[in-house]
């Protein structure tokens, strides 16, 4: 089993920023794909952003490419996100996702392990 717990969430103005942070531990290999999904009220949960744990390679979703960056910290174990210029539509309660797999996908049913979720809140 694979724990995730994500933290860093909290309200903002628009044009501000926020880094969200996920901690996972139990049962965890380098070969981890993880990503970032978001859900606001009222819509289904979406795809934000994806890495490869290995060799680092990231995937974003076209409505906030260019303004979040996914990263992590091996040391640490840790992933990351970093959300830069947030609009208010991004909006969401935001979930650390895992698999037990390398690739990186973007469907919810790909991931075999979530975090509990933490709220973000951007005001116009």
């Known amino acids: 089993q694979v724990q995730l717990v994500e933290s860093g969430g909290g309200l903002v103005q628009a044009g501000g920023s926020l880094r969200l942070s996920c901690a996972r531990s139990?049962?965890?290999?380098?070969?981890?794909?993880m990503a970032w999904f978001r859900q606001a009220p009222g819509k289904e949960r979406e795809f934000v952003a994806g890495i490869n744990w290995i060799g680092g390679s990231t995937y974003y979703a076209d409505s906030v490419k260019g303004r979040f960056t996914i990263s992590r910290d091996n040391a640490k174990n840790t992933l990351y996100l970093q959300m830069n210029s947030l609009k208010p539509e991004d909006t969401a309660v935001y979930y650390c996702a895992a698999r037990n797999s390398m690739v990186v996908v973007t469907t919810t049913a790909g991931y075999d392990y979530w975090g509990q979720g933490t709220q973000v809140t951007v005001s116009s």
């Open positions: 139990g049962r965890t290999f380098s070969s981890n794909a």
